[in-house]
């Protein structure tokens, strides 16, 4: 029985190896976006692609990560939404017990805008009325898989040029990939040195998803 029972933890303990690194946890990120070929990943995550490969390797073995192939390309994906939920609850779990972390955290949200206050049910409201517009700052094709609702797409690296398309008399409330993701914060930053009233959703399409919110696919 014990060596049955030190199989079964043995067997648990694959997962925690297979996130106990930092770029394996940035890689599952980008995934809960989109999926995505291993040039791509290794550019995002800002490795190379035979580092970006061996980690994807031991995210295969854990079943977190599953590919497809499309043409010449191989395309690495989450293994279902389950795991996306397991990224949210983890990193919530560190945020929650981190004060290393929170500090880390406050110094990247500190609006003082109380759009906290208005919560994620009243944004969607306001969305949904054209009140407050809510902008989708990461790459296009991850705006294409999934997006919050009545979310409109203008990635980062396109905003300042076109900035006038943007009413300046709406609010806009512009999130990224998630807490961690430093695009809507930038965003935000060049929205308001613009005179726009701009606001800085923490939260991306695996924590919307996780809380039980609406998605648009």
């Known amino acids: 029985m014990r060596e049955m ?3 079964l933890y043995d067997q648990v303990a694959r997962i925690g190896k297979a996130i106990s690194s930092p770029k394996r ?3 599952l990120e980008l995934l809960c976006q989109a999926e995505k070929p291993v040039e791509t990943l290794a550019a995002q995550a800002d490795i190379s692609v035979k ?3 061996a980690h994807l390797r031991e995210l295969r073995q854990a079943r977190l990560v599953s590919t497809r192939r499309d043409g010449k390309y191989v395309l690495y994906r989450l293994a279902d939404n389950s795991v996306a939920d397991f990224w949210v609850a983890l990193r919530s779990q560190a945020e929650e017990r981190l004060v290393e972390l929170q500090v880390a955290m406050a110094s990247i949200v500190n609006d003082g805008t109380g759009l906290e206050e208005m919560g994620r049910e009243m944004v969607l409201k306001k969305a949904s009325a054209g009140e ?3 902008l989708d700052v990461r790459p296009a094709d991850e ?3 999934s997006h919050l609702p009545h979310a409109r797409s203008l990635p980062i690296s396109e905003l300042k040029k076109r900035l006038a398309e943007l009413p300046k008399e709406t609010p806009v409330v512009a999130y990224c990939r998630g807490p961690f993701c430093m695009f809507a914060k930038d965003a ?3 929205l308001r040195s ?3 009233r701009a606001f800085h ?3 991306g399409v695996a924590e919307w998803r996780a809380r039980g919110l609406p998605i648009e696919e």
Do not use: W
Request: proline residues 0%.
């Open 132 to 134: 407050v517009l809510v």
């Open 188 to 190: 935000v930053e060049l």
């Open 5 to 7: 029972k030190d199989y």
């Open 25 to 27: 946890l940035e890689l």
């Open 194 to 196: 613009k005179g726009y």
């Open 51 to 53: 580092l970006a490969s």
């Open 201 to 203: 959703l923490t939260d």
């Open 143 to 145: 705006f294409a898989v």
